[in-house]
């Protein structure tokens, strides 16, 4: 079984309508769904997931909460990054938030799978693109 972080850039292709990337996120979801793939996420992805269903989606109050009781269902393992680490991407040009997933992935040796091109950018060794690399280790 593969192991990788994944970010909220990949994983919002799983709820939201078609877009660029859309079909690479969903195939990764069916890898996680039928034991293929086994993701690891920080807690903040989450709270990321609600704040783009709310704020830029508009989603209503009803769907939002649904999302809310989805995404409980998912069962990533949840780890939280050290943030010295996190401290040393924002460093580099990283968002705090984005350094979460690029330091949680570079402390448990896996891939951080995104769809964000600042972190490919900054973070290539640790990093692998939604739409063309491999999601393995390394």
Not at 10 to 19: C, D, G, I, R, T
Not at 87 to 106: H, I, N, P, Q
């Amino acid at each position: 079984m593969r192991e990788v972080v994944l970010d909220a850039s990949v994983v919002l292709k799983w709820f939201a309508a078609e877009q660029r990337g859309s079909f690479e996120a969903r195939q990764l979801r069916d890898d996680y769904q039928a034991g293929r793939l086994s993701v690891v996420v920080p807690s903040l992805l989450f709270l990321e997931l609600l704040n783009v269903a709310g704020r830029r989606w508009r989603w209503e109050a009803e769907a939002v909460a649904e999302l809310a009781e989805a995404l409980g269902d998912l069962s990533f393992e949840v780890s939280e990054p050290e943030l010295p680490s996190v401290a040393l991407w924002v460093s580099r040009g990283l968002t705090a938030y984005d350094a979460a997933y690029v330091a949680l992935a570079e402390r448990r040796e896996l891939a951080l799978v995104t769809d964000d091109d600042a972190i490919i950018n900054l973070a290539p060794g640790i990093s692998r693109s939604l739409l063309g690399g491999s999601a393995s280790a390394g």
